[in-house]
């Protein structure tokens, strides 16, 4: 591993400063939701959330959004945006989680270190990339996780049992990535064929791995992608990876590096287990129990990157006890921005009927498309199904345990609702 130097303030200065922006928790709750008692709360997990989230893990602060929630926005709101972290928000490391936005000495003092196999390394600062010109991206942000409960129904796969709330449409805005390195003129070493990212965020031990994503230097999303300075166009706050975000729009959550202290270029991925073992699809159907969770390595597997087609139906949910008859079936679709989105299909009747929806176009290539179609509903138990195909032919299994894998990635089977009518 490279020997790295972090930010000029140490953790611990950085949560003083964070600390001197004042804390105070908690905003409005979400409707609709009971919670344990006792049981921690969205609210006093992170400062500025609703409170109501589906907690998947209090300690890392991961979150989930109910669907009753997000269907309710176009841009998703930052205090009902899911969240995922993957080291305790203790300590040093507690500002990211207890303020809604890093203090000003923080951006003043951020730095973001352009190093490896080039001749000039640069430091840059917030400053530096305020100075640029900024363009937005609104795009879907997703765990490449959402979706991991629907695998139990094979066998249960490790980890947050996330539905469909681990995702948000959300507007960006800060410095596309490729000219500004251009700016930079560091003169990069032919054979560094990688880019790789981190975040200020490093594992409790030594031994762990920082969170680190590589990208190929010739991956065509990097032409679209931002080191974003704002998210719906405020700055970002700090639980969503304020002061600066690697945005790679069409690409799953984990691509998306959050607190970015490091812009490397190397001729091999980065070796944290974020990029060699973890987030990783295999690259062949798998068994429960024929291919483990750290049986991954480069050549059987691949990175989880742009999101695999989906579409999610956001009414009616269960919750709206929708009666017999015609009844309008919404929600929202998306993919990796690839390729146009040409069909959503619904169903009120398991897949029987198919019923061609209309599609609002999108306000952008990687922004959720929200679709809309009429279909009958009849008495008893009914299941609504929705399946998005884009110009490609990509299209969702109707079986989505077809993509089963050990770690419950890429969740994209066709999406049931089942209802009582
Ligand atoms: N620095 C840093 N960036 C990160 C992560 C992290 O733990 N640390 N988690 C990744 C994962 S797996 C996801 S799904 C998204 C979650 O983004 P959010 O918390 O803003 O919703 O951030 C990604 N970027
Ligand atoms: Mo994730």
């Given at each position: 591993m490279l020997n790295r130097k972090k930010n000029h303030l140490s953790r611990r200065?950085?949560?003083a400063l964070a600390g001197a922006a004042g804390i105070t928790l908690g905003t409005g709750g979400l409707s609709g939701l009971a919670r344990a008692a006792g049981a921690?709360?969205?609210?006093?997990?992170?400062?500025?959330?609703?409170?109501?989230?589906?907690i998947h893990n209090a300690k890392l602060a991961v979150m989930e959004t109910p669907l009753a929630e997000l269907r309710k926005h176009d841009i998703t709101p930052k205090n009902i945006l899911f969240n995922r972290f993957h080291y305790p928000h203790e300590g040093d490391a507690s500002w990211y989680v207890t303020t809604s936005a890093p203090s000003a000495e923080m951006v003043k003092n951020w730095t973001i270190r352009v190093d490896g196999l080039v001749q000039r390394p640069r430091t840059v600062t917030i400053a530096d990339l305020q100075k640029q010109p900024q363009e937005k991206r609104i795009s879907v942000l997703q765990c490449a996780g959402n979706g991991r409960a629907y695998y139990a129904a094979k066998q249960k796969v490790g980890g947050g049992q996330w539905h469909n709330g681990g995702m948000g449409n959300v507007e960006w805005e800060g410095v596309p990535l490729r000219p500004f390195i251009e700016s930079l003129k560091m003169e990069i070493a032919p054979q560094a064929h990688w880019l790789t990212a981190e975040g200020w965020d490093q594992p409790a031990t030594p031994v762990g791995s920082d969170f680190a994503k590589s990208y190929h230097i010739g991956d065509k999303a990097l032409d679209h992608a931002i080191l974003a300075l704002k998210m719906n166009g405020e700055p970002i706050p700090a639980q969503n990876g304020g002061p600066v975000r690697l945005i790679i729009p069409g690409y799953y959550g984990n691509m998306n590096v959050k607190m970015v202290t490091e812009l490397l270029f190397m001729a091999e991925q980065s070796p944290s287990v974020f990029q060699s073992v973890g987030y990783r699809m295999p690259n062949f159907p798998v068994e429960p129990g024929k291919f483990g969770a750290n049986d991954y390595n480069w050549y059987n597997s691949r990175p989880t990157y742009g999101h695999a087609i989906k579409s999610v139906i956001f009414s009616p949910l269960p919750e709206d006890k929708p009666k017999a008859g015609t009844v309008t079936i919404t929600g929202v679709a998306f993919n990796d921005g690839e390729a146009k989105i040409t069909d959503v299909e619904v169903s009120a009747d398991g897949g029987k009927t198919w019923h061609k929806a209309t599609i609002k176009p999108p306000a952008s290539p990687?922004?959720?498309?929200?679709?809309?179609?009429?279909?009958?509903?009849?008495?008893?138990?009914?299941?609504?199904?929705?399946?998005?195909?884009?110009?490609l032919g990509r299209t969702q299994p109707m079986d989505g345990l077809t993509r089963w894998n050990p770690r419950g990635y890429e969740w994209n089977g066709v999406d049931r609702v089942v209802l009582d009518v």
């Open positions: 200065q950085f949560n921690p709360d969205s609210a006093t997990i992170i400062h500025g959330k609703a409170s109501g989230m589906i990687w922004a959720w498309h929200h679709f809309s179609a009429k279909a009958h509903l009849a008495k008893g138990k009914q299941t609504l199904m929705c399946r998005a195909t884009d110009a």
